[in-house]
């Protein structure tokens, strides 16, 4: 009869504690990017049609917005390593959900362009710091070591937040604008419910982070520290793409819902498409860990990239429900796992001083790419009548950032 060996049971039950509490950990400081991704950034487009009519604008006015979003993104991550060395990342996670948050309740108030704009802005910046500085902190989460969930699965589950933002905000935002007040109050009850919504999201991810060491020690000695931002530059081709991935990505998550609102959707099957779109990034977001941890260089962005790119396709080529269902589960289910896979090669590739400044840099290509991309589509969308040849556009910059992945080589990080 085989004996069952217990030499060693409390140090199996203290591995077990440790996977859990790394797994919650991961799981409340997804909340940050529920906000930062799925209400600050992809919950305007529920609002948009609604916004758009009430307001008048066009769809380039329209897509402005999401620029000014954008363009606060790009402004945060570029003060995020300032702000992250000077306050410390857990605190700048904590200030800048904050500040994101009550961005996206003010909104509510505001009827002026201007007032937007601004308020996008302010939005964007709070958000990419809160989305570097958690980041970071779900990359300190685990070591990798037996027992241990890998880094990949860790950053899938943190950035699977970004999911469930998108389906809570869909089962939410257009039952109401259907449903609700007129359509003036309406839309900014949406504002407020999402601005509450991350307000509580808050304090879980607050809490979660508060449970971290801290990890933002200034660098000591100007030349280590000149060594770590030039070692990012190796990873240039995977920069280009985070870039291109940008550009295309946000323009289908920005006019999307409005292309299904041309097409006679209504409400239940817009909240439909939007809840599986968000399902589907939070169920698979850690599923894709294992694919990331076994590929090497840009191949994992590549894969990744070019799922998005046909889920990005399909309803350009079908007017169907069934096709924009199927969108919804391909984007959904790959969309965040390229951040996920941006984020393990940084921590692959790079020493661990030198992550938040290649984490940074990743979002500062990322959000320049989607400075251009809502604009630029809804201006060709305007032009030529229809936001199918703007979204097109999109899809074809998806497909270029996958061939430009291909060029990223392994630069694994010598420890």
């Not at 009869?1 to 997804?30: C, F």
Request: glycine residues 14%.
């Amino acid at each position: 009869m085989t004996r069952v060996s217990t030499d060693n049971p409390s140090g199996i039950d203290e591995q077990k504690v440790r996977r859990r509490r790394i797994v919650w950990i991961a799981l409340a400081l997804s909340l940050g990017p529920a906000v930062t991704l799925g209400l600050v950034r992809f919950a305007y487009a529920l609002l948009l049609p609604a916004m758009r009519d009430d307001l008048g604008w066009t769809y380039a006015l329209a897509g402005g917005i999401n620029t000014a979003n954008a363009a606060g993104y790009l402004a945060g991550a570029l003060l995020a390593a300032p702000i992250t060395n000077r306050l410390g990342i857990r605190r700048s996670f904590v200030a800048a959900l904050l500040v994101a948050a009550l961005a996206l309740l003010v909104s509510g108030l505001a009827t002026a362009y201007a007032a937007h704009v601004v308020l996008r802005i302010v939005a964007g910046v709070g958000g990419a710091i809160a989305f570097v500085s958690g980041g970071v902190l779900a990359a300190h989460a685990t070591s990798g070591r037996p027992g241990e969930p890998s880094p990949a699965t860790v950053l899938g589950l943190y950035y699977g937040g970004g999911g469930f933002g998108i389906l809570v905000s869909g089962l939410v935002v257009p039952p109401l604008l259907e449903f609700g007040p007129v359509a003036p109050v309406a839309w900014r009850l949406g504002w407020v419910c999402i601005g509450v919504m991350s307000l509580i999201s808050l304090l879980v991810a607050g809490s979660a982070a508060r449970r971290l060491p801290e990890s933002s020690e200034p660098t000591e000695g100007g030349g280590r520290e000149d060594d770590a931002d030039s070692s990012v530059w190796k990873l240039a081709p995977a920069l280009v793409a985070y870039f291109l991935f940008g550009s295309g990505y946000i323009a289908y998550m920005t006019f999307v819902v409005a292309l299904l609102g041309d097409r006679g959707a209504g409400a239940f099957e817009i909240s439909i498409f939007w809840a599986l779109l968000g399902l589907a990034a939070v169920v698979s977001a850690p599923l894709w860990g294992p694919v990331i941890e076994n590929l090497r260089g840009g191949r994992p962005l590549a894969t990744v990239t070019s799922v998005v790119a046909v889920g990005a396709i399909l309803p350009l080529i079908s007017d169907g429900s069934i096709a924009a269902f199927v969108s919804a589960v391909l984007f959904g289910g790959s969309f965040l796992a390229v951040v996920t896979a941006t984020t393990a090669l940084v921590r692959h590739s790079l020493p661990a001083r030198a992550w938040p400044a290649g984490i940074a840099l990743f979002t500062v290509c990322f959000a320049a790419g989607q400075c251009a991309g809502p604009l630029a589509s809804g201006l060709i969308s305007d032009y030529f009548g229809g936001l199918k040849v703007g979204l097109s556009l999109s899809a074809g910059i998806l497909i270029v950032g996958a061939l430009a992945a291909l060029a990223q080589r392994d630069a694994k990080h010598g420890m």
